[in-house]
């Protein structure tokens, strides 16, 4: 059965870095192309931040640009999103998504998403 779990939201004052945690299971996670969505309250699900299986690409999007870093440990199963300079914008229910797409398949994971508030 597979699980993503994320962990390590929390209230920070603007600023402020918090360390997301994305701990997986039940699928080749070395397979996967791994990304960080946000949904803050009345907006739109925002890709945030995808790495490469492999971990040697990765990408942004324009407004966590400097601030945010991906990374993933295929050994644990896990990946992680340093958040830096964090502001109340950032504000959002962040999200663990696991892509596997090719010609003839595709296979993609959600986990339930890890509270961020950015708040004085």
């Known amino acids: 059965q597979v699980h993503l779990v994320e962990s390590g939201g929390g209230l920070v004052q603007p600023g402020g870095s918090l360390r997301l945690s994305c701990a997986t299971s039940?699928?080749?996670?070395?397979?996967?192309?791994m990304n960080w969505y946000r949904q803050a309250p009345g907006k739109e699900r925002e890709l945030v931040a995808t790495?490469?299986?492999?971990?040697?690409?990765?990408n942004y999007t324009d407004s966590v640009k400097g601030r945010f870093t991906i990374s993933r440990d295929n050994a644990k199963n896990t990946v992680y999103l340093q958040m830096n300079s964090l502001k109340p914008e950032d504000t959002a229910v962040y999200l663990c998504?696991?892509?596997?797409?090719?010609?003839?398949?595709?296979?993609?994971?959600w986990g339930e998403g890890t509270l961020v508030t950015v708040s004085s």
């Open positions: 998504n696991a892509v596997n797409r090719g010609r003839y398949y595709g296979f993609d994971y």
């Open positions: 039940g699928f080749t996670f070395g397979n996967y192309v």
């Open positions: 790495i490469s299986s492999t971990g040697g690409n990765t």
